[in-house]
């Protein structure tokens, strides 16, 4: 499953903003130092256990614990309430700390196809590399354990919690398990049959980088909806109207119009045409009843703004 399947499941409990806060936290703090020390574990290899593909494997950990300390920095103001300078809060930070996600992604990809070329190019110019030894082979194979298993656990936080940074750091660690598999298979390649296999290093290497620049574009294409202003899916867009047009008082509805003010929220404006002779007091009670199911039927939208006009009356 894609991230795009992914960060359209919505759990049914309903999370406040609070507990949101520390499962970020929480979720960010664990990925730092798994992180850390991943980063050292396969540094130490690559250099050490002469493995040029560990090394490019240790600067994507690295960018993984960036991206882990962005996602904690950013909770900090994503989560603040409405104010005046911003009435419909500030959930578009975690839309662009999402983005700011995958394009660091993409270009950890771009990073290793260039390194590959590299390699590839000295490998056909003749130059020998040295063979790497088991260290780097357990490193890598130790890369990918921990780093599955936090990428499942962040993945599980995300969507429970409906946060598009989360779920977009999740596919994050997963691009260092991509990246990690190739390298154990050069390595241990290398280890089996000798330097002479050393070209699958690199080639494996490329075809990796290719797998994490589609998993980056895929954290990347849903916050263009968000950031553009984009409106509610059609599912969503029926249902509102359903749940308007479920009131007897309302004989017809027209412009709505939904747009996204974060990741997760949405907010609603209607035009709806009523009795003419209907007492103001009764129309601002229709206002807030409609108003009022809409956020309890549909916990996506953070907002609802209904305008009411007289039915079989031009303007």
Known sequence: MDYASQHALHPLETISEPEKLREVRRISWLGIWVNLLLTAMKMAAGIFGHSFVLIADAVNSLSDMVTDIVVLIGSRFWSRPADKDHPYGHAKIETFITLFIGVSVMAVGVGLV?????????????????????????????????????YVVTLRTGIRIKSSAVVANAWNHQSDVLSSIPAAAAVGLCLLFGSRYAF???????????????????????????????GASKEQYDEITRLIRSFPEVHSLEKLRTRFLGPNSIAVDVHIRTDPMMPVIEAHQLYHRIKQRILDQDKDVLDVFIHIEPANVKR
Not at 114 to 136: D, H, M, R
Not at 201 to 224: K, L, N
Request: hydrophobic share 55%; no cysteine.
């Open 200 to 230: 699958l290093d690199p080639v494996g290497a490329i075809v990796v980088s290719f797998m994490i620049m589609y998993a980056a574009w895929e954290i990347i294409r849903p916050t263009f909806g968000v950031l553009l202003d984009g």
């Open 114 to 150: 260039w390194g590959a070329i590299g390699t590839l190019q000295k490998i056909f110019n003749g130059e020998q590399l040295e063979s790497p030894t088991l260290f780097p082979f357990v490193a890598a194979l130790i890369s990918i354990v921990v780093k599955q298993y936090l």
